[in-house]
């Protein structure tokens, strides 16, 4: 009772000890920030480029310090007999088995395409490992595991890995230091171009020099064992298969090489997966977990809303502003962005930038056809400034037609009149003046205004396709041209 009770107590110190993000009070943190004393979270934080093992505090912009809550995952050199089993189930063994009898039965003069697709599709197989054991998962993998793992990308690293090994073997019949030159230096570069391909999930980083680097940054001199352990199984493999040179015939010789290649080749590339899994934050590898959730360590993703949040939450409304003005001018056709920006500078009371967030929004809005909720906004803006106009005649003629559909009919009056003077040039104009001399004239009883409108109207845009509809709403209304006053 004694034990149980001091081993509560323990655990009860632990979980009072577990530090949790200051903006997001149910998530662990996962960084501590020594000179403002806070502890966040992977988004409450600030990465300043790519290839940064260390983001930086939103608010001092100062380094952040590591905080570790799970559990220490064992080195993989610890774990060389779960990935050198790890090949032995029964699909794994049926394959083998074919890698090894199909050369011994075939013709000699396919050998070679033989060859090609046998560490073709060892390599699928071996690729399907790297992707089993970067979760972390060191158990036997099922068929369906295997089928998940088949990929664009799987079949892409499939396609070089075989290229590689049938190059090397026509090489090995004309110079076999060369070859062996050759295969010791790709047996060294072999994890770190897997690892590449594996994190950014493109062919493209498998050449690429500052991927290298990035990966040879995060797991420093751990990388020596883990070339280490390619060198020395392949080295092994080699010395069975040259002693085994003089005793098989050729084709027993290539089905014993495929099957120990593919072997040797599998062991290697179950390694370097879970080396994935062991350097996940510094490699900014995605893990993908149990259901299928991705579990981001350390995202390289942009943190604006995340940053947001937290200079709102501290009252750094000008950061805040700053911040949501060039994300706002980004996705100007996004009206959530434009609506949060735009409630931001109304409640800092912002009446210089007011405006012209305000017509951004209301532009947004009527992009994305929601004309009833942009006229709601404009009303409240123009309770707040009363003399608000939107800067543009486009914005300005579809709010009027949106006015007139509810009844609104002064606001839409206001906002079509003087466009002449404001935009003379204004390609929709007639259309607009057209609207505005029937609300003038239907529902103000402005009559006089009216007709002053369609006089201009038709004064002015004698050759537009609609002049004669405006002639003769204009005559309707008693307008008469200079003609019927000589007559």
């Known amino acids: 009772m004694v034990f149980l009770f001091e081993l509560s107590q323990q655990k009860s110190a632990h979980n009072m000890a577990t530090d949790y993000c200051k903006y997001h009070p149910l998530v662990s943190a ?42 220490a995952i064992a080195p993989f050199w610890q774990h060389y007999t779960d990935f050198m089993r790890l090949a032995f189930n029964p699909m794994g063994i049926l394959c083998l088995l074919l890698m090894v009898v199909l050369p011994t039965l075939a013709p000699s003069g396919l050998l070679l395409p033989i060859a090609g697709g046998a560490y073709f599709v060892l390599s699928v197989y071996g690729w399907a490992l790297l992707q089993h054991t970067a979760t972390g998962n060191l158990k036997l ?27 090397l073997g026509i090489l090995a019949l004309k110079s076999v230091v060369a070859a062996t030159v050759i295969s010791g230096l790709l047996l060294v570069l072999a ?8 994190i950014d999930k493109s062919m493209s980083s498998l050449w690429q020099h500052h991927a290298w ?4 940054g995060a797991m420093q001199l751990m990388y020596v064992p883990l070339a280490g352990i390619a060198v020395v199984l392949f080295a092994v ?7 085994m040179a003089d005793i098989l015939p050729v084709g027993g010789l290539q089905g014993l090489k495929q099957g120990l ?6 062991v290697m590339m179950a390694v370097t ?36 949040e937290v200079y709102l939450k501290e009252g750094l409304y000008d950061r805040a502003a700053a911040l949501m003005k060039v994300v706002a001018e980004k996705q100007k056709k996004n009206p959530e962005i434009q609506e949060r920006y735009y409630q931001l500078l109304v409640f800092m009371q912002d009446k210089e930038q007011i405006p012209y967030q305000a017509t951004s929004y209301l532009e947004a809005l009527l992009e994305t056809g929601q004309h009833s909720l942009a006229l709601q906004v404009l009303i409240k803006l123009q309770f707040l400034i009363p003399d608000f106009r939107p800067q543009t005649p486009d914005m300005c003629f ?42 003038l004239y239907d529902k103000m009883n402005e009559k006089h205004d009216a007709l002053e409108i369609l006089e201009y109207l038709v004064l002015r845009f004698k050759k537009h396709p609609r002049h004669p509809q405006i002639e003769h709403f204009w005559r309707q209304l008693g307008g008469k041209p200079k003609n019927d006053f000589m007559d």
């Not at 992977?42 to 790519?50: I, R, V």
């Not at 994890?191 to 594996?198: D, I, K, N, R």
């Not at 680097?213 to 040879?216: D, E, N, P, V």
């Open 30 to 71: 996962t960084w501590h920030c020594p000179a403002c004393h806070i502890s966040v979270c992977d988004d409450c934080t600030h990465m300043t480029g790519e290839m940064e093992n260390t983001p930086n505090c939103l608010l001092c912009n100062q380094p952040l310090t590591s905080i570790s809550h799970s559990a």
């Open 141 to 167: 993998p099922t068929l369906q595991n295997i089928s998940q793992s088949i990929s664009k990308l799987a079949l892409e690293v499939s396609v070089i890995v075989a290229l590689v090994f049938v190059l």
């Open 191 to 198: 994890p770190v171009m897997l690892m590449a391909v594996a």
């Open 213 to 216: 680097l990035h990966i040879w």
């Open 237 to 243: 493999i080699y010395a069975v298969t040259n002693l």
């Open 261 to 266: 290649y593919g072997y040797g080749l599998w």
């Open 273 to 308: 997966g879970y080396a994935l899994f062991q350097f996940q934050k510094p490699l900014h590898f995605e893990v993908l977990g149990k259901r299928n959730k991705k579990r981001v360590v350390n995202r390289k993703l942009d943190n604006q809303a995340a940053r947001l």
């Open 398 to 439: 579809e709010l009027a037609k949106a006015c007139a559909e509810q009844k609104d009919y002064p606001r839409a009056v206001s906002l079509l009149r003087d466009m002449h003077k404001d935009s003379p040039h204004y390609a929709n104009l007639p259309e607009a003046y057209l609207l505005l001399a029937k609300l």
